[in-house]
């Protein structure tokens, strides 16, 4: 067997090398990091061949002063860091001191630097083992480093590069990375002398613009929130902006980008409710928190981290994002302010225009509110308003009065899905607000609102139960029996609590004597045969509190309107009053979209009109 033998210090570099510069993408994110712990407003890189070739990172920082070039080379040594203390608090972003050594140890490696009130700067060169003297050269404050010819000494890692291409494009994506964390630090990057992006230094809104795109800065929403010395703050993407992978997805914690387990968690527990379940969401968020309670020395890239109280951090997450997304999203220009009390869009769109009053041209004057109204809408606070909103229209139109002449005024601006004009194939409504045409999937729409009221009702214990005049009986299987008379035989009693009375009458029949009052409508056996399975499968515990959302999901599939039922006008109305007050009523269940738009420009250039 071999002797034990100490490694000499060039291959101990490059070991570690391995594990700190696996691509030219890994160096560069470490020399970016670098100087923003020196604190510059100003950062340069300029990549040759994919950062093969070249990576240099240009800074005007605090700079290394010429004592300190020569230890900056070497392995473990820092200037961030001198006691375990420090370490379990550290707030800069390098900390190991292995960065700059390992880089220089399998590349041709420059690094000029000049401090304040200094005559001269000085550059220190390496070429793997070998530093060469320091050398005076003329340069402003600040920091180079250039890194040429990467693995140049490490031919067998050199294989494992990619394309060109492929090469720039993780080194760009590591750029955009670090551009997003710090919007106040100016940007560029230039790859093979062509200057590709300029980010100056702005507020965080414009820079997730100029990195992501408008469309994603257009489709998100701004997330704030603050508890326990916590806070999360950025913006996440509605769950209309959604992506076929997690491309768009930033996490910094204390300005750290991460890639967190704990945290993806949270986020994706936050969007289940309003995404499809083959989709990703698109975000970026800033954690802060003290950096005590989180442990970043966890591997060499630091992109992974611990916290010491994993649940609280979990927990408020998820419920900043789920409060955040759950707020009814509007249409831009639709409501007013004077409805802000009983109206959760208004706020929002509080200088909406004056538009022609298409509405009263239209005869409203339509059949009385039939059952389903009756049923679905009746205690919707909403209802005397709208109510008293169409005999205002009514009564503008010259149409019959249904109210008394203390009717207030209303105009289609108050609410942001205006007012229902037509019902298309008894599947969709159509709708005229302030800023033209809203298209609503009226069964989606249903649904969430459904979903919601039940997700409520459960939580506070009371589902509302109606019970039927003539029980529904129907042939079960032994299963099916099982499951219910295990139900009846524990003090829980999940069905009950569910808003169901179930009996057994025979060893393979069941009778459905009491529904939830809000899927009074729906088929009771379907129903009951769709819970009665989640029950079987899943176990009541976990039905109602893993499964819970998948299980009200079905039970309110089961109550919505159904396609092709057709709805009076006044009923159409009330649906949409219903999903203004709503939370996260712009998706269904299933994450599919309720309603659009189609702005008054939009369809004038359908139209061509003003050519």
């Given amino acids: 067997m071999p002797a034990i033998k100490l490694l000499p210090d060039q291959l101990i570099s490059q070991i570690a090398a391995g594990e700190v510069v696996e691509r030219p993408a890994s160096a560069l994110k470490e020399l970016l990091e670098n100087s923003l712990d020196a604190g510059s407003s100003e950062i340069s890189v300029s990549l040759i061949q994919g950062g093969v070739k070249q990576l240099k990172v240009i800074d005007n920082g605090g700079g290394i002063p010429q004592q300190d070039l020569a230890m900056a080379l070497t392995r473990h040594a820092t200037s961030k860091i001198a006691s375990l203390e420090d370490l379990e608090a550290v707030a800069s972003l390098g900390f ?48 180079i480093v250039e890194v040429n010819d990467l693995y140049f ?38 790859h093979n002398g062509r200057a590709l992006s300029r980010y100056s230094a702005s507020e965080p809104t414009k820079r997730f613009s100029e990195v ?109 994002l789920h409060k955040n997304l759950a707020t009814p999203t509007g249409l831009s220009n639709a409501a007013t302010a004077s409805q802000a009390a009983h109206n959760p869009f208004a706020s929002q769109y509080a200088s909406s225009p004056n538009y022609p009053q298409y509405q009263t041209q239209i005869n409203l004057s339509a059949n009385q509110p039939s059952t389903f109204y009756q049923t679905l809408f009746a205690n919707n606070p909403l209802r005397a308003e709208n109510d008293a909103l169409q005999a205002n229209t009514h009564k503008a139109s010259g149409d019959a009065v249904l109210s008394n002449e203390n009717t207030p005024e209303y105009q289609p601006q108050d609410f942001p899905l205006g007012f229902a004009v037509a019902q298309i194939h008894g599947v969709y409504i159509l709708a005229q607000n302030s800023a033209g045409l809203v298209v609503i999937d009226m069964h989606a729409a249903h649904e969430r609102i459904m979903y919601e009221q039940l997700k409520n009702a459960l939580d506070n214990k009371a589902v509302p139960m109606q019970p039927l005049l003539i029980p529904v009986s129907f042939n079960a299987d032994r299963l099916e029996v099982a499951t219910v008379n295990e139900e ?15 009996a057994v009458l025979s060893p393979n029949t069941l009778a459905v004597r009491a529904v939830p009052t809000m899927l009074q409508n729906a088929d009771a056996v379907q129903l009951a045969r769709d819970v009665l399975k989640d029950l079987r499968e899943y176990g009541a515990s976990r039905a109602l509190t893993e499964r819970r959302n998948e299980l009200l999901g079905t039970m309110a599939c089961h109550a919505a309107v159904r396609a092709n039922r057709i709805l009076t006008v006044t009923e159409m109305n009330a649906l949409l009053r219903d999903m203004e007050a709503t939370e996260r009523s712009g998706m269904c269940n299933h994450g599919r979209p309720t309603w659009f738009q189609v702005s008054m420009s939009d369809l004038d250039k359908m139209f061509m009109r003003g050519k």
Wanted: proline share 4%; glycine share 6%.
């Fill in 153 to 190: 000494n490490t031919p067998a890692r050199r294989k494992f590069l990619k394309t060109e291409a492929t090469e720039f494009g993780h080194c760009e994506e590591a750029f955009s990375r670090v551009a997003l964390s710090r919007p106040d630090v100016a940007f560029m990057l230039r």
């Fill in 96 to 143: 190991r001191g292995e960065a700059l050594a390992s880089i220089a140890s399998v590349s041709r490696t420059q690094i000029s630097s000049r401090v304040l009130d200094t005559k001269y700067a000085w550059r220190i060169a390496s070429e793997g083992n070998s530093i060469a003297p320091l050398q005076p050269i003329g340069l402003d404050v600040g920091t």
């Fill in 488 to 502: 009846l035989a524990t003090s829980a009693d999940n069905l009950w609590q569910l808003g169901f009375d179930i």
């Fill in 212 to 320: 992501l795109g408008a469309e994603f800065a257009a489709e998100s929403i701004r997330v704030d929130e603050q508890a326990a010395g916590l806070r999360l703050w950025g913006m996440a993407a509605k769950p209309t902006f959604n992506r076929n992978s997690r491309d768009t997805q930033y996490v910094y914690v204390n300005g750290r980008f991460v890639r967190d387990k704990l945290i993806a968690h949270a986020i994706r527990q936050a969007y289940q409710d309003v995404l499809h379940h083959d989709r990703h969401p698109a975000f970026v968020l800033f954690l802060e928190c003290d950096p005590n309670l989180v442990d970043v020395n966890v591997h060499p890239s630091k992109t992974e981290v611990r916290f010491r109280d994993g649940q609280a951090i979990h927990r408020f997450i998820f419920h900043s």
